[in-house]
C-alpha cells in the first residue's frame, strides 16, 4: 500500500504523479509542483501467463505529512489504490 494515499502532497507531488502513471490511473494534478526528499518506491513484479503486472508503491518518504484520508476525500466514492 502506498503511503501517498494519506500525505497532505498527495494532490501536489511529483513522485505520486509517476505512481500514477505507473498504474495506468488518473492524474489528481496533470502539473504537480511538489518534489519530495527521498522517496523510497517499491517495484513488484508479477508475471501471469503471459503479461507482466507491475506494481508500484512509495513505501517511505522524507517529506511525508500525514493527512488520513486525503486521496480518499478528493475522490469520494472511488477505490482507494492499493
Ligand atoms: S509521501 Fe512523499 S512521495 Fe508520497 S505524496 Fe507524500 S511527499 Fe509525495
Redesign the pocket.
Known amino acids: 500500500m502506498c503511503?501517498?494515499i494519506n500525505?497532505t502532497?498527495?494532490d501536489r507531488?511529483a513522485?505520486?504523479h509517476a505512481v500514477e502513471h505507473q498504474h495506468q490511473q488518473p492524474h489528481l494534478t496533470d502539473a504537480p509542483d511538489?518534489d519530495?526528499v527521498e522517496?523510497s518506491i517499491n517495484v513488484n513484479i508479477r508475471t501471469q501467463n503471459e503479461f507482466v503486472e507491475m506494481e508500484w508503491d512509495?513505501v517511505g518518504?522524507e517529506?511525508?505529512t500525514e493527512e488520513l484520508g486525503k486521496w480518499a476525500r478528493l475522490r469520494p466514492g472511488e477505490a482507494i489504490p492499493t
Open positions: 503511503i501517498c500525505c502532497y498527495v507531488c513522485t505520486y511538489f519530495p522517496p512509495v518518504c517529506s511525508f
